[in-house]
């Protein structure tokens, strides 16, 4: 299998040309779309979140779009609707694509619609179509969700459904940048504003050729046998775990792998692309006990626990 460690290389050092830091983040949005998938992205105000994706879009040649989530945000917003159309003096109903029709959307603060409009972006992240009165529309591909919420306001938003989180491929973790990157940050952007023309690596047609190239990376058979005693641990393991993962998690983590192995530029799937990736595949796929709340752990302390247990 040939190396293609330089092709996202070369995306990653373009993007931090407008990103400062972020690394991780981006690489697990680029595992997210090699695999076909969508991420839900937890992070507070003023991450880099959209700028990150945006930029992404363009280094990739690929439509971009963003969507506000409000208390009043109907489905129709997302999706689209029929108007009437005129045309020498014949009334005729015509669809107007919404903005969910594009290749990245971006479904910012989705904790703040109401769960029908939530459900709107199910079927266009599950099916990659959308129905609207009698007649469903396909998506351009590809097509990937990255939605964002803030983890800190919980006044005014609906949750995610357990089964709808589940539809996220991955749950990633925006942090605050270093001392360095933010100095950086800081005379990037409170200086003199330059513009800066991004270069095209990618288009469509190579990302569904990667896309098609992820899913042939090996995996040996005892490395896939961990992985699924993994996901059967947060089944087992009731002295933290309440509800454990869907099979969903098995066909995420194992995806994933191969993803990260392809863009580390190896041809085969290690134990540590396992490790990396347990987190951000079963992070929102899991409830804890009330045991483990009390004594104060998070979804993430509970992976290291069944990590540090299935060797």
């Known amino acids: 299998m040939k190396n293609y460690k330089h092709v996202f290389d070369a995306v990653f050092k373009e993007m931090n040309r407008v990103v400062v830091g972020q690394n991780d983040i981006m690489e697990q949005i680029l595992v997210a779309i090699l695999c076909d998938g969508n991420a839900l992205l937890e992070g507070y105000p003023g991450l880099a979140k959209t700028l990150t994706v945006k930029t992404l879009s363009e280094v990739m040649n690929l439509k971009f779009s963003r969507i506000q989530h409000t208390p009043d945000l109907m489905p129709s917003d997302i999706t689209g ?11 005729s109903f015509k669809f107007q694509p919404g903005p969910v029709f594009a290749n990245i959307v971006l479904a910012d603060e989705i904790n703040r619609a109401t769960p029908k409009t939530q459900s ?11 129905t609207v009165g009698n007649n469903t529309y396909k998506l351009d591909t590809p097509f990937f969700i990255l939605a964002t919420q803030n983890p800190i306001e919980q006044e005014g938003t609906y949750p995610l459904p357990e089964a709808q989180a589940d539809r996220f491929l991955l749950k990633l973790k925006v942090g605050y940048p270093s001392l360095e990157e933010e100095s950086e940050i800081v005379n990037r952007f409170a200086a003199t504003k330059k513009e800066v023309k991004l270069k095209t690596l990618l288009n469509k047609n190579h990302l569904l050729s990667l896309q098609a190239l992820t ?3 090996p995996v040996a058979n005892d490395i896939k046998l961990r992985a699924l005693k993994l ?5 087992t393991n009731k002295d933290v775990i309440q509800f454990g993962a869907s099979p969903r998690a098995s066909i995420g983590i194992l995806l994933a792998s191969k993803a990260r192995a392809l863009i580390r530029g190896r041809n085969h799937v290690s134990n540590e692309d396992i490790n990396e990736m347990a987190y951000p595949v079963l992070r929102h796929r899991m409830i804890l006990n009330f045991e483990a709340e009390r004594k104060g752990m998070t979804t993430d302390d509970a992976i290291k626990h069944i990590l540090d247990k299935v060797k």
């Open 215 to 217: 899913r042939q990376v």
């Open 231 to 235: 996901i059967k641990a947060t089944r």
């Open 120 to 130: 709107a972006l199910l079927e266009a992240m599950q099916e990659k179509q959308v």
């Open 81 to 91: 609707t029929y108007i009437i159309e005129e045309t020498s003096g014949k009334r």
